[in-house]
């Protein structure tokens, strides 16, 4: 099965999460002059891929499933042609990544508008202006520590670039990395039971209230995300004050603030179990949405079986016209016998031959 989140066409501006905003695969776009795109690789985006400076005409890119982000600057949108297939889990069903919905613009406030070296373009052109003009070597040797400022300049604004989307997903985004067991194992109840409402037929219908799943289904799941990933936390940071050798009294605090804890997480599952009801009745109604489709179907096929009742009428008349029909062929019977039998009684009538 294909993965399927994400946009298509992918717009050629722009930065975006992997899984959230852009779904993995091999994406083509139709014009790609002096534009660039770089795949920001690994849990935390800390790794580069970048495509360099792309030539006039068509170029492709292919997104992979562990990518954390995509960024591309090209006139034209990107538009997918071979969705990556789904990773097969032996283990635990996966977490998706949960982003804040509040982020203004989601991963485009992670944008960066112009693509590194550029700002060293025209230095980089001045120099070797320069170099070929052999009467200005000196000037040429003068502009390298020009060009060189120039390049750090750009290699700290890319540094930058990648503690931007670095910090972003600290703030801004949560994932597996970031829950214990028990965290893990509700909010994948969560991200079920939203699955389930948006993938409903009558959402997709815009029966339900499209434009307002669309705000807060996105916003439940991070609140619940966050509420979660605090959890673990704090659970993490209360292990090492369980011990048996820890004195009674830490015991006794550390249980005063498991217990309020506790509380915080039955009121997490009270929310994820109100979810879990939403999606209930949302696949309840579309087993409704069904169900009328189907006497729908029938209500279009009634007049075919009125005209099957009516046949039944003309069949009941059509009887008595059989019928009469057949006692007249009794009666056609009757005679032929019996002319017969006057045949056969006149035949002995007759008179021997004679020998």
């Not at 406030?109 to 693509?115: D, F, P, V």
Request: glycine share 6%; hydrophobic share 45%; proline share 7%.
């Amino acid at each position: 099965m294909a993965v399927t989140a994400g946009r298509n066409p992918l717009p050629g501006r722009g930065t975006f999460f992997v899984g959230v905003d852009v779904a993995p695969g091999r994406y083509m776009c139709s014009e790609t002059a002096g534009g660039w795109w770089i795949r920001f690789t690994g849990p935390g985006g800390d790794k580069t891929v970048r495509s360099g400076r792309l030539p006039h005409g068509p170029a492709e890119v292919v997104v992979e499933v562990g990518d954390f982000a995509f960024q591309t600057n090209v006139g034209a949108p990107w538009r997918l042609q071979n969705p990556a297939a789904e990773h097969v889990h032996d283990g635990p069903e996966p977490l998706r990544r949960v982003v804040d919905p509040e982020l203004p613009g989601g991963a485009e406030a992670l944008r960066t508008r112009r693509a590194p070296l550029r700002e060293a373009g025209p230095a980089l052109a001045v120099l070797g202006l320069l170099w070929m003009s052999l009467w200005a070597w000196a000037w040429a040797a003068a502009a390298a520590p020009v060009v060189l400022g120039a390049l750090l300049l750009v290699h700290m604004r890319d540094t930058r670039q990648r503690d931007r989307v670095e910090r972003a997903r600290r703030d801004h985004s949560l994932g597996p990395e970031d829950f214990d067991e028990e965290a893990r194992r509700l909010m994948l109840r969560a991200q079920r039971a939203i699955a389930a409402v948006r993938e409903s037929e009558v959402n997709r219908q815009g029966m339900l209230d499209s434009v307002d799943n669309a705000v807060t289904l996105p916003r439940q799941e991070w609140e619940i995300a966050r509420v979660l990933a605090r959890q673990a936390r704090l659970r993490h940071e209360q292990d090492p004050f369980l011990s048996d050798t820890v004195p009674p009294e830490v015991q006794a605090a550390v249980s005063s603030l498991r217990e309020k804890l506790e509380q915080s997480v039955r009121a997490v599952t009270r929310r994820i179990e109100a979810l879990e009801r939403y999606a209930d009745h949302a696949l309840a109604a579309d087993e409704a949405l069904r169900a009328h489709r189907q006497l729908e179907t029938l209500a279009e096929r009634a007049h075919e079986y009125d005209e099957l009742v009516a046949d039944t009428v003309r069949d009941d008349l059509a009887v008595s016209a059989i019928e009469r029909l057949t006692a007249q062929g009794d009666e056609l019977v009757r005679t032929l016998r019996g002319r017969l039998a006057e045949a056969a009684a006149a035949a002995a009538a007759l008179p021997p031959d004679p020998p």
